[in-house]
């Protein structure tokens, strides 16, 4: 082990391959997590909903609830097994290799040839090269494994909003937690500054929310968005809060109006804005720095 260990640590290439492979496996992982939990989450609400309307005598409406559960008794991320949607064949093994097991069936299950979403290796393979990316970008070290649990963190929050407009708090409150624990040694930042970077990502989004209520009556953003912000922050600390606000801003604003110009969405339809957050707070991590000197540079 020790062996294996030293050669991770001197050898930038077998480091990021070994990264890499392991990204791969974990970005399958990501796609369970992604699927998963927001049907745990919905089986939750609808079994307090049904204890609730118990409580209250209604009966009828609590057990149309509980209907609605149309998920096995035992699901987590664990239990029950991956399998095809249509046909139920649980997935093999050697069906459930990262990206190589899609390509050798060819996008289809193996028994009843439905075809499979091209996401799944899709989020493998960004999974696989971020971690390669970020192992070759910070080294052998504390900072590689803490940064590859952020980014892992992020994407498993992108394709869940993407899906739900939703940023599940069992994923974005431990990644708080997460943030400031790994700044206690100065990690990314200070650990006062990852405090404050904190309290100032929830609060400046949160301003933003009851001010565009107040003005408009509507609601422009969800709460998981402030809770993701505050998480960004206590990962980068406060200074690198305005260019992740920003860039995501803009990118946010960019995509919408081509969205809107090429007809795929309406102008009331809800875009989710943590994908653009958690870009943002990736590139933050890996060159908000160099991105800072550069903008303080021109402003001499």
Known sequence: MTDVLNLLHDSPFAFTATATVVGLMVGSFLNVVIHRLPRMMQRDWNEQAAMMLEDAELADCAARLREKNETPTRYNLVIPRSGCPKCGHQI??????????YLALRGKCSQCN???????????????FVTGYIAWHFGFGLASAAAMLFAWSLIALTMIDVDTQLLPDSITLPLLWVGLLTNIPGTFTTLNSAIVGAVAGYLSLWSVYWLFKLVTGKEGM????????????????????????????????????????????????????????AAAGLIAMLWGNDINAVYLDLLR
Do not use: C, T
């Open 222 to 277: 969800g709460f998981g968005d402030f809770k993701l912000l505050a998480a960004i922050g206590a990962w980068l600390g406060w200074k690198l809060l305005p260019m992740v606000i920003l860039l995501s801003s803009l990118v946010g604003a960019v995509v919408g109006i081509l969205l809107i110009v090429s007809r795929r969405q309406g102008r009331n339809v809800p875009i989710p804005f943590g994908p653009y957050l």
């Open 114 to 128: 439905n075809p499979i979403s091209p996401r799944y290796p899709v989020v493998e393979a960004a999974s696989g």
């Open 92 to 101: 093999r093994a050697h069906e459930n290799i990262p990206v190589l097991s």
